[in-house]
Protein backbone atom coordinates (compact mmCIF):
# COMPACT_ATOMS: atom_id res chain seq x y z
CA UNK A 1 0.00 0.00 0.00
CA UNK A 2 1.24 3.45 -1.24
CA UNK A 3 1.40 5.79 1.73
CA UNK A 4 1.99 9.31 -0.46
CA UNK A 5 0.50 9.71 -3.35
CA UNK A 6 0.50 12.57 -5.56
CA UNK A 7 -1.53 13.79 -8.22
CA UNK A 8 -2.22 17.06 -10.62
CA UNK A 9 0.66 17.42 -12.57
CA UNK A 10 0.22 17.42 -16.24
CA UNK A 11 1.37 19.60 -19.31
CA UNK A 12 1.25 23.12 -19.27
CA UNK A 13 2.45 25.87 -21.33
CA UNK A 14 4.59 28.65 -19.90
CA UNK A 15 3.14 30.91 -17.78
CA UNK A 16 0.33 28.61 -16.56
CA UNK A 17 -0.47 26.97 -13.46
CA UNK A 18 -0.40 23.44 -11.77
CA UNK A 19 -1.94 22.38 -7.89
CA UNK A 20 -0.14 19.41 -7.04
CA UNK A 21 -1.63 17.42 -4.10
CA UNK A 22 -0.21 14.56 -1.73
CA UNK A 23 -2.61 12.62 0.14
CA UNK A 24 -0.95 10.38 2.89
CA UNK A 25 -2.84 7.12 4.04
CA UNK A 26 -0.89 7.28 7.21
CA UNK A 27 -2.71 9.22 9.78
CA UNK A 28 0.16 9.58 11.86
CA UNK A 29 1.77 11.40 8.75
CA UNK A 30 -0.69 14.31 9.50
CA UNK A 31 1.75 16.13 12.24
CA UNK A 32 5.07 15.57 10.48
CA UNK A 33 7.07 18.16 8.74
CA UNK A 34 6.64 17.79 4.53
CA UNK A 35 8.16 18.69 1.27
CA UNK A 36 8.54 18.82 -2.13
CA UNK A 37 11.28 18.18 -4.28
CA UNK A 38 11.72 17.97 -7.79
CA UNK A 39 14.23 15.54 -10.35
CA UNK A 40 14.94 16.90 -14.58
CA UNK A 41 16.28 14.94 -16.23
CA UNK A 42 20.26 14.10 -15.69
CA UNK A 43 20.28 15.96 -12.69
CA UNK A 44 19.93 15.81 -8.98
CA UNK A 45 16.64 15.91 -6.85
CA UNK A 46 16.66 19.02 -5.23
CA UNK A 47 14.37 21.20 -2.71
CA UNK A 48 11.33 22.69 -3.94
CA UNK A 49 8.88 23.74 -0.77
CA UNK A 50 8.92 22.47 2.39
CA UNK A 51 6.29 22.65 5.43
CA UNK A 52 6.53 22.25 9.03
CA UNK A 53 4.29 20.27 10.57
CA UNK A 54 1.36 23.27 11.94
CA UNK A 55 2.20 25.10 8.52
CA UNK A 56 3.43 28.15 10.61
CA UNK A 57 7.04 27.60 9.16
CA UNK A 58 7.69 27.79 5.10
CA UNK A 59 11.00 27.43 3.10
CA UNK A 60 11.23 27.58 -0.51
CA UNK A 61 13.73 26.94 -3.20
CA UNK A 62 15.46 30.57 -4.65
CA UNK A 63 14.16 29.47 -7.84
CA UNK A 64 10.35 29.48 -6.95
CA UNK A 65 10.09 32.22 -4.76
CA UNK A 66 7.16 34.30 -5.63
CA UNK A 67 5.81 31.64 -7.82
CA UNK A 68 4.77 28.84 -5.47
CA UNK A 69 3.25 28.10 -2.63
CA UNK A 70 3.06 24.83 -0.14
CA UNK A 71 0.61 24.46 2.25
CA UNK A 72 -1.35 21.90 3.94
CA UNK A 73 -4.74 20.54 5.58
CA UNK A 74 -3.86 18.00 8.37
CA UNK A 75 -7.30 17.13 9.16
CA UNK A 76 -7.39 15.93 5.14
CA UNK A 77 -3.31 14.09 5.61
CA UNK A 78 -2.69 16.24 2.19
CA UNK A 79 0.18 18.29 1.07
CA UNK A 80 -0.21 20.94 -1.62
CA UNK A 81 2.06 22.80 -4.56
CA UNK A 82 -0.10 25.49 -5.73
CA UNK A 83 2.64 26.34 -9.04
CA UNK A 84 2.53 29.77 -10.89
CA UNK A 85 3.92 31.30 -13.36
CA UNK A 86 5.07 28.21 -14.62
CA UNK A 87 8.77 28.07 -16.53
CA UNK A 88 10.21 25.28 -18.51
CA UNK A 89 13.06 24.87 -15.87
CA UNK A 90 10.34 23.89 -13.77
CA UNK A 91 9.81 20.86 -15.71
CA UNK A 92 10.86 17.78 -13.55
CA UNK A 93 9.05 14.81 -11.72
CA UNK A 94 7.81 16.31 -8.67
CA UNK A 95 7.72 14.13 -5.28
CA UNK A 96 6.59 14.97 -1.95
CA UNK A 97 8.24 13.12 1.38
CA UNK A 98 7.75 12.98 5.15
CA UNK A 99 10.39 13.75 7.85
CA UNK A 100 9.30 11.43 10.76
CA UNK A 101 12.62 11.87 12.63
CA UNK A 102 13.20 15.83 13.17
CA UNK A 103 10.83 18.55 14.53
CA UNK A 104 13.17 21.37 13.06
CA UNK A 105 11.90 21.88 9.24
CA UNK A 106 14.66 20.63 6.89
CA UNK A 107 15.40 21.07 3.38
CA UNK A 108 17.77 18.03 3.08
CA UNK A 109 17.41 15.64 1.16
CA UNK A 110 18.41 12.85 3.60
CA UNK A 111 16.11 14.19 5.67
CA UNK A 112 13.10 12.67 4.43
CA UNK A 113 12.30 9.05 4.95
CA UNK A 114 9.15 8.34 3.27
CA UNK A 115 8.58 9.64 -0.55
CA UNK A 116 5.58 9.60 -2.93
CA UNK A 117 5.86 7.85 -6.49
CA UNK A 118 6.41 11.27 -8.03
CA UNK A 119 4.04 13.02 -10.29
CA UNK A 120 5.37 14.89 -13.82
CA UNK A 121 5.28 18.36 -14.84
CA UNK A 122 6.22 19.19 -18.36
CA UNK A 123 5.66 23.09 -19.29
CA UNK A 124 6.25 23.85 -22.93
CA UNK A 125 7.54 27.21 -24.08
Known amino acids: QEQLVESGGGLVQAGGSLRLSCAASERAFSYYNKAWFRQAPQKEREIVAA????????SYADSVKGRFIISRDNAKNTVYLQMNSLKSEDTAVYYC??????????????????WGQGTQVTVSS
Open 51 to 58: INWSGGTL
Open 97 to 114: AVDVHTMVLSTSRDSYEY
